[in-house]
């Protein structure tokens, strides 16, 4: 049975402004992109999987990169439309086969379920790489508040056969070849000693900290940072005041310590999910694919007319 919704966090209910901005609802899709709205990509207990997907219309000649985002919303709010703008100009600009995916939300289903989701959405991506002409060296991962930190659990705990669920594609992997992470929450137990999000936190968990520690380690991605994750890109605000900067400046130490490729940009006087509204969103666009270009080959496409 699904769990009542808790009273949101005030500086939750703040950001969600930002992150339900209204023109993703119908995003301004360009000319050489075709979008195709509550795709099913999979299948978890009772309900269908499904995605936003953004796609060149044509397929194209060669081999393209691809990526998955995940929204942000504290775990119980948010859906795939806070990605609309990044999906259709990486599709526009640069051939991306780009899927913005609606998890479960806590309410429906607490951890693992949307963990789960994230990976099941990887696979998926994977699969469809022969047909859609999808190098599978390319694959990016990128997410935003509890879509960052469940981005973050993907890369640190790929082995993991709980989190990766059984919603379909079980025969691909779900590892992503490069993330980019918003403002994201990478230590429960910070969040814990801050009192922040606590309601929502314990939703998605299950369980307080006192009666489930555990779960909080387990869920803590900074905890289990390895030397075989894929490169990262953290951005964060320094007056978000609902996740602190100081989250993704430790979390970017911990992945130089084990030897991660990883870089972050804190930007000055930006709150939480400020990269939804212009002009930041288009800046930390052009961060990010800054930084795919970076480490993978990416050249605008053909056909742009951005």
């Given at each position: 049975?699904?769990?009542?919704?808790?009273?949101?966090?005030?500086?939750?209910?703040?950001?969600?402004?930002?992150?339900?901005?209204?023109?993703?609802?119908?995003?301004?899709?360009?000319?050489?992109?075709?979008?195709?709205?509550?795709?099913?990509?999979?299948?978890?207990?009772?309900?269908?999987?499904?995605?936003?997907?953004?796609?060149?219309?044509?397929?194209?000649?060669?081999?393209?990169?691809?990526?998955?985002?995940?929204?942000?919303?504290?775990?119980?709010?948010?859906?795939?439309?806070?990605?609309?703008?990044?999906?259709?100009?990486?599709?526009?600009?640069?051939?991306?086969?780009?899927?913005?995916?609606?998890?479960?939300?806590?309410?429906?289903?607490?951890?693992?379920?949307?963990?789960?989701?994230?990976?099941?959405?990887?696979?998926?991506?994977?699969?469809?790489?022969?047909?859609?002409?999808?190098?599978?060296?390319?694959?990016?991962?990128?997410?935003?508040?509890?879509?960052?930190?469940?981005?973050?659990?993907?890369?640190?705990?790929?082995?993991?056969?709980?989190?990766?669920?059984?919603?379909?594609?079980?025969?691909?992997?779900?590892?992503?070849?490069?993330?980019?992470?918003?403002?994201?929450?990478?230590?429960?137990?910070?969040?814990?000693?801050?009192?922040?999000?606590?309601?929502?936190?314990?939703?998605?968990?299950?369980?307080?900290?006192?009666?489930?520690?555990?779960?909080?380690?387990?869920?803590?991605?900074?905890?289990?940072?390895?030397?075989?994750?894929?490169?990262?890109?953290?951005?964060?605000?320094?007056?978000?005041?609902?996740?602190?900067?100081?989250?993704?400046i430790a979390f970017h130490q911990r992945l130089l310590d084990h030897n991660v490729d990883s870089e972050i940009e804190i930007y000055e006087g930006k709150p939480h999910a400020w990269f939804n509204r212009e002009p930041d969103r288009t800046t930390t666009c052009?961060?990010?694919?800054?930084?795919?270009?970076?480490?993978?080959?990416?050249?605008?496409?053909?056909?742009?007319t951005a």
């Amino acid at each position: 049975m699904p769990m009542p919704s808790p009273k949101p966090d005030r500086a939750f209910i703040e950001s969600m402004r930002t992150e339900q901005h209204p023109d993703r609802e119908h995003p301004n899709i360009a000319e050489n992109v075709a979008f195709h709205r509550a795709l099913v990509i999979g299948c978890n207990q009772d309900r269908d999987l499904q995605a936003d997907l953004f796609t060149p219309a044509e397929l194209p000649r060669e081999p393209r990169p691809a990526i998955v985002f995940l929204h942000g919303g504290s775990w119980l709010a948010g859906g795939p439309s806070q990605f609309h703008f990044h999906a259709n100009r990486l599709a526009d600009r640069y051939g991306f086969y780009a899927l913005s995916v609606d998890y479960r939300l806590s309410g429906e289903a607490p951890f693992p379920a949307a963990l789960q989701d994230a990976h099941c959405a990887m696979r998926w991506i994977r699969s469809q790489a022969r047909d859609q002409h999808i190098d599978p060296q390319r694959i990016v991962v990128a997410g935003g508040s509890a879509g960052a930190h469940l981005a973050s659990m993907l890369i640190t705990s790929a082995a993991s056969k709980a989190h990766r669920g059984d919603g379909g594609q079980d025969d691909f992997s779900s590892h992503a070849n490069l993330a980019i992470l918003f403002n994201g929450e990478y230590d429960m137990w910070d969040l814990v000693e801050k009192g922040s999000l606590l309601d929502a936190m314990q939703q998605f968990i299950g369980g307080t900290p006192d009666a489930m520690p555990h779960k909080y380690d387990e869920l803590s991605s900074i905890q289990h940072v390895h030397a075989e994750m894929p490169p990262v890109l953290l951005l964060h605000g320094t007056e978000d005041r609902c996740v602190s900067h100081e989250q993704s400046i430790a979390f970017h130490q911990r992945l130089l310590d084990h030897n991660v490729d990883s870089e972050i940009e804190i930007y000055e006087g930006k709150p939480h999910a400020w990269f939804n509204r212009e002009p930041d969103r288009t800046t930390t666009c052009e961060r990010m694919e800054s930084f795919i270009a970076s480490r993978f080959a990416l050249a605008p496409d053909a056909r742009c007319t951005a």
